[in-house]
């Protein structure tokens, strides 16, 4: 089996930075598309960045210039650099890919993390 964890989340200031990082484990072959999505109280998870196998990336217009997302294949992570943070950034942070298992190299699976908590409060 294969599965994703997220770390990086916390309490940070309006202004401040964070950056959450993903870590792929298990019988993996490939990981393919990655991405971060969140999701407010009360609201629906969308999608807030989002890269390639090939490195192309593009992000929801909401965080767009202040986020930045990468991925180091060596490793299976994938990482979201956060900046000018604001209060509407408060969510519950998941992340999510494309794997291939060494049992089946050309049958993608979708997988989520568990989520991390990510507060911008004064």
């Known amino acids: 089996q294969v599965q994703l964890v997220e770390s990086g989340g916390g309490l940070v200031q309006p202004g401040g930075s964070l950056r959450l990082s993903c870590a792929a484990s298990?019988?993996?072959?490939?990981?393919?598309?990655m991405a971060w999505y969140r999701q407010a109280p009360g609201d629906q998870r969308v999608l807030v960045a989002h890269?390639?196998?090939?490195?192309?990336?593009n992000y929801a217009d909401s965080v767009k210039g202040r986020f930045t997302i990468s991925r180091d294949d060596a490793k299976n992570t994938v990482s979201l650099q956060m900046n000018s943070l604001k209060p509407e950034d408060t969510a519950v942070y998941y992340c999510?890919?494309?794997?291939?298992?060494?049992?089946?190299?050309?049958?993608?699976?979708?997988?989520w993390g568990k989520g991390t908590l990510v507060t911008v409060s004064p």
């Open positions: 999510n890919a494309e794997i291939s298992s060494i049992y089946g190299a050309y049958r993608y699976q979708d997988v």
């Open positions: 298990g019988s993996i072959n490939r990981v393919n598309d």
């Open positions: 890269i390639t196998s090939d490195r192309r990336t």
